[in-house]
């Protein structure tokens, strides 16, 4: 292997860059020539490959989003677009392949490695924190951040104004960015797609919320399309409980935003650099993992579609300390 590629996929996650630059760096370190794919596997597919230096991911650190550019696929999704991109990279001289993304972008390198004869290396590149085989994932840490700030915010309105607010984050189809975002503001409660909660529970933790001193109560709603998030949340409740002065913040894309925290920046790029040692192992189709603060090699199979158990107690931490 002489020439490593490297593509960021799906949607952005802030430490992203941290990643590039550690896999860009430690690959030159070893000898290799590195290549950057923009847009993702859109890039591979339409043949948009750069040469990087050194020099191509100075003072990128502490930039959120990617330099890479990102994209969410359709072509690479058909048999023909995987062809296309395989033979992209054949003509590029690219004979190892890094990308960075979550369960979409890494389901999709694994089909690829498959078909192709090109070893690949994964690094979890999400907010959502929903692969499986590692703790957690490059972006979690500073969404999760975000969200802390964002309702530390609502609450000193909520609390002036008595106020019931319904938090909608992301998570795709996860309830981490919820669950952990409310231990880490002290909400009356989370509502995550692991769990049903059903609308008479969930109205015994708002009142227990409104008999502190505090008067305000705060519920993070994973957002799910299947329930209606945080809006569908907030119709039930009101038309039930009409007596609840109650409001609805969705936080949408800005927790995929913004300048990774220092442990997204660590984690990226430890993550980075080992990508580069895997392939000299001569690893393929893993992805890297981190449990219990050891670096490990995840298969794709094992890391992607998988349902990351929630830990019961944290759900019941939110509870008891928001009685
Ligand atoms: O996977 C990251 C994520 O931000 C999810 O939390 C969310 O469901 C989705 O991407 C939003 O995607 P888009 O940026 O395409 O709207």
């Given at each position: 292997i002489k020439c490593i590629g490297i593509l960021t996929s799906g949607g952005d996650a802030p430490g992203m860059n941290a990643a590039i630059r550690a896999v860009t760096r430690t690959a030159i370190y070893n000898g290799f020539t590195v290549k950057g794919i923009l847009r993702g596997y859109r890039g591979l597919v339409t043949n948009e490959i750069v040469d990087f230096h050194s020099?191509?991911?100075?003072?990128?650190?502490?930039?959120?989003?990617?330099?890479l550019k990102t994209a969410r696929c359709e072509?690479?999704?058909?048999v023909e677009g995987r062809q296309q991109a395989y033979e992209n990279l054949k003509a590029a001289g690219i004979d190892a392949l890094v990308v960075i993304g979550g369960d979409g972008s890494l389901s999709g390198a694994n089909i690829f490695a498959q078909e192709h004869d090109i070893p690949i290396v994964g690094l979890p590149g999400?907010?959502?924190?929903?692969?499986?085989?590692?703790d957690a994932t490059i972006g979690y840490d500073t969404a999760l951040n975000t969200i802390m700030e964002a309702v530390d915010k609502l609450r000193d309105t909520a609390s002036s104004h008595e106020r019931l607010f319904f938090v909608e984050v992301m998570g795709h189809t996860a309830g981490y960015l919820a669950l952990n975002g409310a231990i880490a503001t002290g909400s009356e409660a989370a509502i995550i797609p692991e769990m049903d909660t059903e609308v008479d529970q969930l109205a015994e933790l708002i009142s227990q919320g409104f008999r502190k001193s505090k008067n305000s109560a705060i519920v993070i709603v994973a957002e799910n399309p299947r329930t209606g998030g945080a809006m569908g949340l907030a119709e039930r409740v009101k038309k039930e409980f009409p007596q609840y002065d109650a409001r609805v913040t969705i936080l949408g894309h800005?927790?995929?935003?913004?300048s990774p925290s220092a442990q997204d920046r660590i984690l990226a790029s430890r993550m980075g650099a080992m990508a580069i040692q895997a392939i000299m192992e001569g690893q393929r189709n893993v992805m890297i993992g981190i449990q219990n603060n050891e670096l490990v090699y995840v298969p794709f199979s094992r890391a992607v579609?998988?349902?990351k158990s929630i830990n019961r107690d944290y759900v019941n931490l939110v509870k008891i300390l928001s009685m």
């Open positions: 020099s191509s991911v100075s003072n990128i650190i502490q930039l959120g989003g990617t330099i072509e690479f999704k058909s999400t907010i959502d924190n929903d692969l499986g085989g590692t800005i927790q995929r935003g913004g579609r998988h349902n």
